[in-house]
């Protein structure tokens, strides 16, 4: 005896055809294993007559609402993305009391408390596992496997657009434009890959993972956004020189009086640290737990089949009724949750790279350290190359522990000094823990 | 409004001691997250006047049958370990109805089936996530996060105390006997340590693991087992230089016939996998699925606090409904899996290492690459030191793909031979999948 689960599926774009590829090719081992037959009822397209390969037929149609209405449908899965439309249509599911599967952070991050409540409002809920991590469980591992912790922190990869433009650049030493051109190329970059490179996606995961975290409400306006749209391939060569390779990390922080930091930026990470190896379109989320200290998930962060595999795990989930049960119990959704206190922008704390232009004539450092010094940012290590005296030379600094409000102090007055070019660069480096390879 | 679950703790060691500390601390938390509220009605121990560093005060007591009994108790958590005693116990409490938590692989590994199928039949629950990687979320995972995959292989180290002794003897060149002193002298090896080195707490481990990832039965007898304990540091050495690391690997595998292999042996792992990478006490769990293609779960696999993060997630998950839902309806448990089709031992196929110990007399290698190739066995690589004519010597050699059959019958005609000194090492080999870096 198996259950079945009316589907109508909205947009059948890359990740709608994996999903589809799924249902059709798994049925049998579904219904073995799960007791469940998924019935896909309406496949949503914007146009009707392009090719598509589904294993099995499916009934493909322009009529959104006609689909979210059919009393045969019991899940609507999202897959369109976008915010006004998209958003439209699940309220539309929710107020008839039926599930949403979606992989929309957009979405999630600019309205989920309201759509969440609409849900719980209805009797309906929400599952959002592709939303974040493409087919890494990373949600369903805050929201259960997790559960009993306190978590501290989470630092992940989190784009893997991103990622693997980093990664032609560290490993091919490409200047960003033509990295970009070649993911473009090879379809890991949208056209417009605005949302990516700037550092948004990834901020509007972080919001929505820090949330489930921490049980708290974040907006991507909480947030220190920095994208990678300026990294110069100089800065990844100058960290390699000091045992580092640069990454876009979504990083979220909870301090001992309980003050919640995120930021997005491109960070040097040891070339020893883990996150280092994480390659191309991967993805990886380290999170630590007071209990579990440090746990790593990687996996496939995007592409057709890994994003899907997600998708139909919640499928799954929503069928044998353990979607429900969690988004009913758990306070730790953006409706539920408490409000955040955040940590000050200016109070948050790092080590620094800062890659100054400066003039080789005596006293620069002096002036330089000078200005860092009185500020209390202590030197970790310095580079700089022989030169002509005169010229203007590249020199890299790293710092000890500082906080953002005086290295941006510093950086103002060193910008300021007739021997440094401004402007100067400066990045973000994240230490290994020191529990990690205990 | 919280939810009161009355809990009958059964074992208070490192582990029991562990659950107490979270859930005394984090009381709050879970009824502010959760809307749970535990009450520990009995902690059953041994001795009950050892010293206790409870948080608050729990009743102890030495009555295991009197505290499953009482009506107030729900949930048992069974930490005691061992088979006769805990098995026993938990049939009380299923027999009544409660659901029980378990960290007890040695137990579901021999009677799984029986107990599951006791569950089922008095509408109760087995949770069993801290049976596997510490407080890795891997059952959850398999059951949950990843069940629209059809899992194609699952490999890991989830032993901790071996991968402690093999991280020592990588690093700073111990002797086997030496490096499990020092563990025996950290508390990561038991002063009894078979069943850890002997590869059984592993091949417990991955027949649970593989169960739930391929919906199948199996038992220890179904797995080719080797251990660490008659591990050489020479191989170390020559692993090295050949840039491999030797790892206790858990290998399920599922071939394009759906027949599948356990196996549990000392492995050699190339050193820019990202398996070489886990040292210590850490675990970690790669899993192949058709869709996600490879993910990897990594943490802390031992210890009080990351091992209690998964008795008490659970007991978050039985508290909220959810552990139920999932053991009611998914049919991968071991006794609603279906019997494997095991793949012959001798057909499992493998690159191997060996290391001949041969008399340096011309055409040595000619007889040794002979009965190798009779069989279809190529070689990859040789390694073999200059030395005197005449002395035995270490002669190392690395295969393609093998069948385990063919290299059984080439080692018994290779240490036949008067020219080689029996025995002759055999470990194996594991390439890192294609789709591993891209």
Chains 1, 2 share one sequence.
Not at 4 to 26: K, N, Y
Request: with cysteine.
């Amino acid at each position: 005896m198996s259950k079945s689960i009316g589907i109508a599926l909205l947009g059948s774009g890359i990740v709608g055809e994996g999903v589809l590829r799924i249902l059709d090719t798994q049925s049998d081992r579904f219904r073995d294993r799960y007791g469940i037959a998924f019935d896909v009822r309406h496949v949503v397209v914007r146009d009707p007559n392009k090719k598509r390969s589904f294993v099995v037929d499916h009934p493909v149609s322009t009529d959104a609402e006609k689909a979210i209405d059919d009393p045969s449908v019991q899940v609507v899965v999202e897959l369109m993305g976008g915010v006004d439309r998209a958003g439209a249509l699940i309220e539309r599911a929710l107020k008839l009391g039926k599930t949403v599967v979606t992989a929309n952070k957009s979405l999630l991050a600019a309205r989920g408390s309201e759509l969440f409540s609409l849900a719980r409002k209805h009797n309906a809920a929400i599952a959002f596992e592709a939303s974040c991590g493409g087919g890494i469980p990373i949600i369903d591992a805050l929201l259960r496997g997790l559960s009993a912790n306190d978590i501290r922190a989470l630092v992940g990869i989190i784009n893997g657009t991103c990622n693997y433009i980093l990664t032609r650049m560290t490993k091919s030493g490409l200047a960003y434009a033509d990295a970009l051109k070649e993911a473009q190329a090879a379809g890991f970059a949208e056209a417009d890959p605005t949302l990516d490179v700037s550092g948004r996606d990834v901020a509007q995961k972080l919001a929505l993972l820090a949330g489930l975290a921490f049980g708290s409400k974040f907006a991507e306006s909480d947030m220190l956004i920095e994208g990678i749209d300026s990294l110069d391939a100089r800065d990844i060569e100058f960290a390699r020189e000091l045992g580092y390779v640069i990454k876009l990390l979504a990083i979220a922080e909870r301090n001992g009086k309980d003050e919640i930091s995120l930021r997005v930026h491109p960070t040097l990470v040891h070339n020893t640290d883990v996150l280092a190896e994480v390659s191309g379109s991967f993805n990886a989320i380290s999170v630590w737990g007071h209990a579990l200290g440090h746990a790593l998930f990687y996996g496939r962060g995007a592409g057709s089949s890994p994003t899907a595999s997600a998708v139909v795990s919640d499928l799954i989930s929503v069928g044998i009724g353990a979607t429900k049960v969690v988004f009913d119990n758990l306070k730790v959704f953006p409706d539920t949750a408490k409000p955040a206190k955040l940590l000050p922008r200016d109070q948050i704390q790092s080590r620094y790279y800062l890659r100054l232009t400066a003039k080789d004539v005596p006293g620069v450092m002096a002036r330089v350290t000078d200005i860092l010094g009185k500020r209390g940012i202590s030197l970790s290590a310095v580079l700089q190359r022989e030169a002509s005296e005169g010229e203007f030379v590249p020199v890299v600094i790293t710092t000890h522990l500082a906080r953002e409000g005086a290295i941006r102090q510093a950086l103002t007055e060193l910008n300021a000094l007739e021997v440094i070019q401004s402007p100067t660069t400066c990045l973000r480096i994240i230490d290994q823990p020191k529990e990690f390879e205990t």
